[in-house]
């Protein structure tokens, strides 16, 4: 059997950019931070190149700016760029107004480093949620053609769980957006979340092939896997933080990596843009759209 394409996602941010500690490092401190996202997202480029795999990397504009070289590498070794917002806010805490100019400036950036068109967006933490739904109107005026801001979980910080599981075409004022959810196996009337970054890190390695493997065969579909840079860096600086901050930044740390490898041998990977043409079969700004449903 063929095995299926799923999407391999890097979110390009560093250690003390994590939502969770927002209160802890005020962005005025960020430039004076030892930053280690370059040399961690060069680990990840050697670590597919190894494995022969091409990745999305949604990159954060404050990065873009300070590691020009950085995205003309990932580029330059077939990788896909698109956008992890510029100051890594959460959606649902800006005005319409703000997250405009936050996803414009990040656009602008990535593309004055590549002079390639940046097609899609991830939300910091996921922030796209009931109260943030005006946030895909204006992705789409500002020229994005698909969105992976949407969980379709229960979490403290994040989700939509009635949400569709599988990416789909919105149809809003201003035009479309395919929406591209994060990966999910249901477990009775609850979707349980298998698409990487903490949940890969926290749970047996056992619990995301498990769960691959069951959307891949038994749904015939593909997975959207993410990581984070920090996520493979062990000797990061440890920051003040509550428990279950601990808990979830710094668990697993230092067998990341490892379980990575493992991953990219026993599943098929490669951009987001490969995955939804081959989900939808046709371009992504087709004029002629596959019909979705639109789950809330």
């Not at 994005?144 to 569709?164: E, L, M, N, W």
């Not at 047996?204 to 959307?215: E, H, N, Q, V």
């Not at 840079?229 to 979830?248: K, S, V």
């Not at 939808?280 to 759209?289: G, H, N, V, Y």
């Amino acid at each position: 059997m063929t095995r299926v394409l799923n999407a391999m996602t890097i979110d390009v941010e560093d250690y003390f950019h994590v939502s969770a500690f927002d209160g802890v490092v005020p962005r005025s401190d960020w430039a004076t931070l030892e930053c280690r996202v370059e040399r961690n997202t060069d680990r990840l480029l050697a670590i597919f190149d190894e494995a022969g795999v091409k990745a999305t990397f949604f990159v954060l504009g404050w990065v873009a700016e300070r590691y020009p070289e950085l995205i003309s590498r990932i580029a330059a070794a077939g990788h896909e760029l698109a956008s992890h917002g510029y100051a890594h806010r959460l959606v649902y805490d800006l005005t319409p107004a703000m997250f405009r100019d936050d996803i414009r400036r990040s656009k602008e950036v990535l593309e004055g480093a590549t002079g390639t068109a940046v097609q899609g967006y991830r939300a910091p933490s996921y922030s796209i949620t009931p109260r943030s739904l005006w946030a895909l109107d204006i992705l789409i005026e500002e020229g994005f053609t698909y969105d992976a801001s949407i969980f379709p979980i229960h979490h403290d910080r994040y989700g939509i769980p009635v949400s569709a599981r599988y990416p789909y075409r919105l149809h809003r004022g201003p035009g479309e957006l395919i929406e591209v959810p994060g990966s999910t196996v249901q477990w009775g009337p609850v979707n349980m979340p298998i698409a990487g970054g903490g949940y890969f890190r926290i749970f047996p390695f056992a619990w995301t092939a498990w769960g691959i493997r069951r959307i891949n065969r038994a749904e015939r579909r593909a997975a959207i896997f993410y990581l984070h840079p920090w996520e493979i860096d062990p000797d990061q600086p440890r920051l003040p933080c509550g428990l279950l901050t601990r808990f979830r930044h710094y668990r697993n740390l230092d067998i990341t990596e490892r379980r990575l490898r493992r991953l990219l041998a026993e599943f098929e990977f490669g951009p987001m843009q490969s995955v939804l043409r081959r989900t939808f079969s046709e371009p992504l700004s087709a004029s002629q759209p596959a019909p979705l449903p639109y789950l809330w």
